[in-house]
């Protein structure tokens, strides 16, 4: 195609010349990143292998439980990838000037989407493969599989990202071209309440009462894989995925191969349909979004937000101009503020469904599991979550930053009004998170505010990192929030947040579980611990929150625009 190979050319010696520039960064740094993504890598490895072991275990319905998790684990990467790919291909399609650029030049059609499209599948799925590989290694090494089964994994993986990314494609397309921009996220909003009615109406049917009913973990979980039944059904492309891995396992090759090839052809018939709409009406969808961008207007003093930002009148004129522009752009920004209610609605459904595990009371040992699991489930969706939003937020005041240079405020006060503005926002997400947790599980004042406790200060080391390493790695000439995450800046980002989350959860995990399950410390060790573990989370909060902060400013401040 005419364009495309000059295009994936660039691209490669791009990267070929980022990754030979690693070599020039201090031999410590490049040592300490690589080291920490192994460790994190082999980390969930070892994680995935105990809880599949864990649940082998059980009789009789251990090895059912064990190959129910691959439909589960499928069935929700597949929606997440289809989800995240909406968002990401409207961004990469629509919303960057990159597009507006080629599309001035004598590059085809076909051959920028083909561009744009393979961007937004590495985009959506790359932090997925990085979690999603040691599930599948740790099922492989519970089922036994033979040695073919891992050469085997690479073709699993790289059809099934491709599948959701074209659905979301010929989604983006066809909106983008009869739907403007401001009508799009009236539509996302109608078709996220009719889904919410759909679910809330089906879960009380057919779901409440039976889960709701006395039993053991046994029963529970019986009940747990008659609900999810809907993941195994024939038209469900994931189930397509999850038969042909489970045939795999077990050395049926030839059920493998049928399923694995029906994925196959649906996935190069989704293909061949974005090629045909790619060639008829992705360059008319583009006019179309950009038409619709000229006609938006925002009247500077109406409006539903406006009235609600009028309480920042109250701060000093430069703070409130500024906070207010970054709330603005966040509103605005379909990319933005729908992975946003993707990540924490999702979070919230799962933690006030908390009371229909009947695990969830009456047991000191599952009440410990589950509120230091989702105090780890919180605490690493606010790393995702600070990474992919606030990291960003240097990077995309763009090369016109140096204005900020001659405004009458001093970077030093940029910075700590974006940390301070950021902080609140997260605090009162996680923290809501938290009390809802203790709530529904009936926990004692101790775990209370442990849990509350370490999600603060948590939201504080993960804000000031992310708002820090923005500053001191920021992209000023890229426009697209997912690229500029996925740069070195964000990679090291996202390793030292997961590791500070690790340590944090681990400091306090372990007196906990060793003075109320195991009973093998005293009253008088425990109290050390919890206090040695405070002063731990206090000192890790200050290197990651607060040292990233400063180096970010002072690099600011040295920089030459």
Known sequence: MEGLRGIISLQFWLSRNRFLQIGNEPKLKVAFISITVAALWFGALTLFYRGLTFFNAFPIIGPAVVDESIYIFTAFLFIMLFLSSIVICYVTYYRSAEVSFLFSKPVGEQALFHYRFLQSVIFSSWAFLFLGLPFILAYASIKGVPLWFYFFIPFFFITFIVLPSSLSSLLVLFTAKIVDYEKIKRVFFFLL??????????YRKNVGTIIHADGDIGQFLDNLLYHIRGFKHPLF??????????????????????????FLSTTLFFLLLNQILAEKIFYASWLASRAGKKKMEHPPDEGLLNMLLRPLLLLPRS?????????????RDFGQWSQFLIYFGILGIYIFNLRNMPIASGNLYWKLIIAFLNLSATSLALAGFTVRFLFPLMSLEGNKIWILGLAPITFRRLIIQKFIVNLAGILLVSESLMVATNVILETGASLFYMTCGVAALASMGLVGLSVGLGTLYPNFKEDNSAKIVSGFGGTLNFVVALLYICLIIFSFALPYFSFEIYHTITVKTFHLLIAGAWLATLILTFATGFLPVILGYRHLANMEF
Do not use: H, Q
């Open 237 to 262: 492309p994931g189930c397509w995925m999850a038969k042909s891995l489970v045939n795999a396992s077990v050395g049926n090759m030839a059920e493998c191969a049928f399923y694995f090839a029906v």
């Open 193 to 202: 309440g009719i889904a919410a009615l759909i679910a809330y109406w089906y």
């Open 319 to 331: 703070t409130a101009a500024l906070v207010t522009k970054d709330i603005k752009v966040f509103v």
